[in-house]
């Protein structure tokens, strides 16, 4: 699965909270400086592209909604971490986490369980 660039992520961030949108509705909710329309409607179409956003006429115009969902993306992303910067070990990586986040006994104890409960 082809990365999102920080930009495109931030389109698909919404796509994926909307479920569908036009160019407009995105524009709608970009922080200022908004970026021109035209900008946009081109970062979309790479999206269409790339494989992430199905278009759908309406009117004369195009609606976008998501062909990828972010928990298919996130899954891949995380895959791609895990081999990039933790030789593909998940323990590795969690205690990665663990560590950064300093994790309360009560947060590793609840890690603890979803980990057991997988394992049932």
Same mark, same amino acid.
């Given at each position: 699965?082809?990365?999102? &660039?920080?930009?495109?992520?931030?389109?698909?961030?919404?796509?994926?909270?909307? @479920?569908?949108?036009?160019? #407009?509705?995105?524009?709608?909710? /970009?922080?200022?400086? @908004?970026? %021109?329309?035209? &900008?946009?409607?081109?970062?979309?179409?790479? /999206?269409?592209?790339? *494989?992430? /956003?199905? =278009?759908?006429?309406? *009117?004369? &115009?195009?609606?976008?909604?998501?062909?990828? =969902?972010?928990? +298919?993306?996130? $899954? +891949?992303?995380? $895959?791609?971490? @895990?081999? $990039?910067?933790?030789?593909?070990?998940?323990? #590795?990586?969690?205690? %990665?986490?663990? $560590?950064?986040?300093?994790? =309360?006994?009560?947060?590793?104890? +609840? /890690?603890?369980?979803?980990? @057991? =409960?997988?394992?049932?």
């Amino acid at each position: 699965m082809k990365k999102l &660039t920080e930009r495109e992520d931030q389109i698909m961030q919404i796509i994926w909270q909307r @479920k569908q949108v036009f160019i #407009r509705d995105i524009l709608e909710v /970009l922080p200022d400086p @908004k970026p %021109h329309y035209n &900008t946009i409607a081109t970062i979309v179409k790479i /999206l269409v592209k790339k *494989g992430f /956003l199905k =278009s759908e006429k309406v *009117g004369n &115009t195009d609606r976008y909604s998501a062909k990828i =969902s972010i928990e +298919e993306y996130r $899954k +891949e992303d995380i $895959k791609d971490i @895990k081999r $990039k910067y933790f030789d593909n070990s998940l323990p #590795r990586m969690m205690a %990665h986490f663990a $560590k950064q986040e300093k994790l =309360s006994d009560e947060e590793i104890n +609840e /890690l603890i369980d979803i980990i @057991k =409960s997988k394992k049932e």
